[in-house]
Each structure stands twice: as C-alpha cells, then as structure tokens.
C-alpha cells in the first residue's frame, strides 16, 4: 500500500518537472521592431520591443545605444492575454531615438534578462538645407550667455543656458559641451519662468554653468545641443497596446564662443594663484581670549570663503608652531556651494591648542593672497596676530590630545570586496523545476530511510545567558550633572547621541558640532574641557542639564507641529 502511494507520488512530481521544461522551452521570446530603415541626419526613428513571456523582466540597459544615437524618450508597458484559459504576458519597451551622425549605423544587441535582441542596419544619409529650413519652428528657441570673453585662467566663466518654448515639451535634454581644457560646473537645476516677445507668451528654462579654464590662450566653446518632444494634443497615434498623442522632435543649437584666457599676472605675488571675486577669512573660538589656562585645550575654527572658486582650488592653511603650547591640526573640510550664480568654495580649518605652561604666547597672523578679477588687482585675506594670556599651573608635563583629534587617526571602515556578479543566462522555469526534483529525491531519499538512529540526535544546547546592560535614564543624568559626575553625564550623553543620531558622536567634541542651540554647545564644551583637564576638580553641572532640558522640550513641541509637504514642480528638471 505504501508502495503505491510513493509511485503516485513520483509521478505527481515527474509530471510538474516535465511541465516546467515545457514552458522553459517557450518563454521569453523577444521581438524588435523598427520604425525605418532609412532616414536623413535631424529625422528620428522608433525601435520596439516586445517580449514574450511569463517571468518578471530584469530592466535592459541601453546605454549601448548612446554611441551612435540620442534617446529622446522611452516608453514602457505590459499587455496580459487569455486564450482558452491559457496567460500570457507581454511586455513592450518603445524608444525614440535620433541619430547623431550620417552613414551606416548598428542598433546593437540589447539584453533582456535571458534574451537578446538582434541587431539591425540603418542609413542615414546626410540633412538636406532645404529640409532644415522647411523644419524651423519659431514656437522654440534656444539661447546662451557667457559672463566674459577673456577670464583670467582658473578663474569662473559663468555659462547661462535658455529656452524658449510655447508648447509642452517632453524629456527635455541639455547636451553641454565638454571642452578639453576647462573643468565644467553645473550650478542649478534649472529656473522656470514666463516672458513675452513680439506679443506672445513663451515659457522659459534657465540653467547655469561654470567654465573653469585650466591654461592660457584661446579655448573655444562648441554650441550646447537642446533636444525635446513637443506634444501636438490636438492629434494622436494608435500603436501597439500604446495609445500616445503624436509627437514632434526639437533638436535645436545655441551659438559658439571663444575665450582669450589671460595668464597669472606678474603683480600677484602670493604661492597659490587665486582668481576670485571675493574671498574672506574668519574664525571662532571655544573660549575667550581672557579664559585660557594651562593644560585647558582650546579650539579654534577659520573659515575661508571663496567667491567664483571651487573648494579644492582653495589650498591648506599654515599652521605655525608655537613654543610651549601643544597644537593640533584636524584634516580641512571643504565644501561648494552657489550664491547669485557665482560657485562659493568653502574651507573650514579646526586648530587646538594646548598650553603647558602660564607663560604668555602669540599666536601669529594668517594671511591668504588673492587676485580680485573684478578689480585685477592683487589683494590680501587676513587673520591678526593674538596675544594669549595664560591662567594657572599644570603639574604633568604630559599633556593627552584632544578626544577629537586623537579619533580622527583610524575610524574608517575596512575596505570590502565586492562580491563577483554572476550572469545567469537561465529562466525562472529552470529554478522551478531544479527545486522540484530536489524534492523528488528528498522524498525518495526518505522512503528508503524511515529509520533514524535516536543516538545520533544531539541534544539541543541551551544559549549563553546574555549580560544585562543597564541603560542610563534622564534621571541618571540629572543625579550626574548635580553630584558632579562627570563619566556619568558623558556616559549618557553619548548614549543618547547614539540614539537619536544616524551618525552616532564618537565624542563630546563631535556632538557639540551636531548640536544647534548655542548654550547647550557651550555646556558640553565645558565638560569636555573638564574631563580632559589635569588642575580642575569641581564641575558644576547645572548649565549643562538645564540646556539638555531645553532642547529635548524644543524636539518634543516642533514633532508635534511637523506637517509634511510635497511640492511637484510643473516641468520636469532638466539634466546635461
């Protein structure tokens, strides 16, 4: 009886498996479609595809296609069939693409998870000038702006981008030149606004760029490329499972420029040659000047700012050495940003120091030499020099570096191989019937195995107790910060940083950067000076705890209040 059970149940199974090959057999069939064979250089063409089957599609690459042509749109869409009970799918990818030079083309091979499609010949012969005149459409223009003819070298150029359009426009594009010897910047995403010319409304879009020349002499700019679809909503086109209004390609041109880039004047005398419009340089303290004691680390932050330069053309600072006082110098940060169309650089430079002694000490002057290239004259960026007037005594002469100095030295991650990707060329049917006739043998394997040796079982191992961590509360906390318990308070602080923050503090130091309010900063700066500190025994820690109790009411109320809002632009942005 129970061998006639297990022949059933082999050939339920046998049956699934052969089923599965069956439908491997047929799925995935892929079709291609195009529009035209032949065509003339400006016209555009359509290229389908359609694919024939059941399983999921992995999304093609078509970045092959960029060689020899533009993809001014990409359609995409399923169709699900039922014939006599039987379902099938289909699912259709519809490019327009628009071919960037003449000759013989190769629409190449396009992957589709287990199938390719086939690649196809096409002709395109050279525009006629007639044609082209017939296809100007006044209803879109493109224009371009350059800043000046004759920037000096490194200096910005700023590039202005505009078009001028009256109907809807669809995967608008702009295609910037890049010039060998300029570094390109984009500034914005674009700026939307409405003008009349000649008594009719046009929409325009406004991009800006930034032309960095590298080296003197000429450079010459090529014209930027603007292609789109304008929508024609009064007609439309049947084809395929697609319903789509038709549609009219706009490939339009802005004018060429060239620039006479001028080279480093002989007036500038500084080590770095920096063009700018404007450049400042500022800093802040941890303390006051009249607060500095001995063994007492104190940070300083300067900041430099860099009209119409880049961040990394803005060099290090020189810190010089003092005697008797211990300094260290964090790795700079720099950062870009845009104001009024000019690209700002910004480098921010954090300096401690450490005396060990009462003796006074001056720190020196800081100085930045610059070019004004809206003046042409050489100009000079400054810090004055300090007088430092040191307060109390130390007993060791071994001083510890700053927390955030000293992590600063190893905390990046160990770097990971990538796993190999694996190309799988097999359809999802084959897993299926790969695991069905896994199970077959699994059944087989326990018909003839219904005896199991008790003694081989090993007995289930109870897991090790796991140590209970007590976590400090807001009342540990406060306890702390009355008694004076410094470890406690830093203890909890960080724990709570750890909590609350995706990029948890590796100390006080760098959890006073995350912090806004300006007395809660101060306080934690307190504690960490204390902490660190070698002549100081009491810590009042009053401040601290009144300005953690401020902030967390301030977190509370404003996640009450937050209403979130979602703003759709009414273009989409346009990307070079």
């Avoid at 020099?385 to 005594?393: A, E, F, L, P, T």
């Avoid at 140590?467 to 702390?480: G, P, R």
Wanted: proline share 6%; hydrophobic share 40%.
């Amino acid at each position: 009886m129970h061998f006639k059970k297990f022949n059933q149940l082999l050939f339920l199974h046998g049956l699934l498996i052969l089923l599965s090959l069956f439908n491997l057999c047929y799925a995935d069939a892929l079709d291609i479609q195009v529009s035209r064979n032949k065509i003339a250089l400006g016209e555009t063409l359509t290229v389908s595809y359609t694919l024939n089957g059941n399983a999921n599609p992995t999304t093609p690459d078509f970045s092959a296609l960029e060689k020899d042509f533009r993809i001014l749109s990409t359609n995409y869409g399923t169709a699900i069939n039922m014939i006599n009970g039987v379902t099938s799918t289909q699912t259709f990818w519809r490019l327009t693409l628009e071919p960037k030079k003449a000759g013989e083309l190769i629409i190449p091979e396009i992957s589709f998870g287990n199938a390719k499609s086939a690649a196809r010949k096409l002709v395109v012969e050279e525009a006629n000038s007639q044609v082209i005149t017939d296809k100007q459409d006044t209803s879109a223009f493109v224009k371009a702006v350059i800043s000046t003819t004759s920037p000096y070298v490194q200096s910005q150029v700023l590039y202005t981008f505009k078009i001028f359009y009256q109907s809807q426009l669809e995967n608008p594009r702009i295609d910037m030149p890049q010039v060998k010897d300029a570094t390109l910047v984009q500034l914005d995403d674009g700026n939307q606004s409405q003008t009349t010319i000649n008594g009719k409304i046009f929409f325009v879009i406004e991009k800006n760029f930034a032309y960095f020349p590298q080296k003197p002499g000429k450079i010459s700019i090529p014209p930027a490329h603007f292609q789109a679809l304008a929508y024609d909503l009064d007609s439309s086109i049947m084809n395929g499972p697609f319903y789509l209004p038709a549609t009219k390609t706009l490939s339009l041109a802005t004018q060429a420029f060239t620039l006479n880039v001028q080279n480093i004047p002989d007036q500038f005398q500084g080590a770095t040659w920096l063009p700018a419009k404007d450049i400042s340089l500022t800093d802040r303290w941890s303390v006051n000047q009249n607060q500095w004691e001995a063994g007492n680390p104190v940070t300083r932050t300067i900041t430099v700012e860099a009209q119409g330069l880049r961040a990394d053309q803005i060099p290090d600072l020189t810190i010089d050495k003092i005697s008797g006082v211990n300094i260290y110098v964090d790795p700079p940060k720099r950062s870009n940003s845009v104001q009024n169309n000019t690209l700002i650089g910004t480098l921010e430079q954090r300096v401690t120091y450490i005396p060990n002694s009462s003796l006074a000490f001056t720190i020196p002057a800081l100085k930045l030499n610059w070019w004004n290239s809206q003046t042409n004259k050489a100009a000079v960026a400054q810090l004055t020099s300090i007088m430092v007037q040191v307060k109390g005594k130390i007993n060791n002469t071994t001083l510890a570096k700053p927390t955030a100095v000293a992590s600063v030295v190893d905390t990046a991650k160990p770097t990971v191989k990538p796993e190999a990707k694996v190309k799988s060329y097999l359809s999802i049917w084959f897993w299926v019937a790969l695991i069905l006739f896994a199970v077959w043998l699994m059944t087989l394997w326990l018909f003839w195995n219904k005896r199991v040796s008790k003694n081989n079982i090993l007995p289930k191992q109870d897991k090790p107790p796991v140590e209970k961590i007590i976590e400090l509360s807001d009342e540990h906390f406060a306890q702390a910060c009355k008694a004076g318990n410094t470890a406690i308070a830093q203890q909890f602080l960080l724990s709570w940083a750890k909590k609350h923050w995706l990029e948890t503090p590796l100390n006080l130091e760098k959890l006073s950067e995350s912090i806004g309010d300006e007395n809660f900063k101060n306080a934690l700066i307190d504690l960490e000076q204390v902490i660190y500190a070698k002549n100081v025994t009491q810590w009042n820690g009053h401040a601290l705890l009144t300005a953690y109790q401020k902030v967390k009411r301030q977190k509370k109320q404003l996640k009450t209040k937050m209403v979130k809002t979602n703003k759709t632009d009414p273009l989409p942005p346009l990307n070079p």
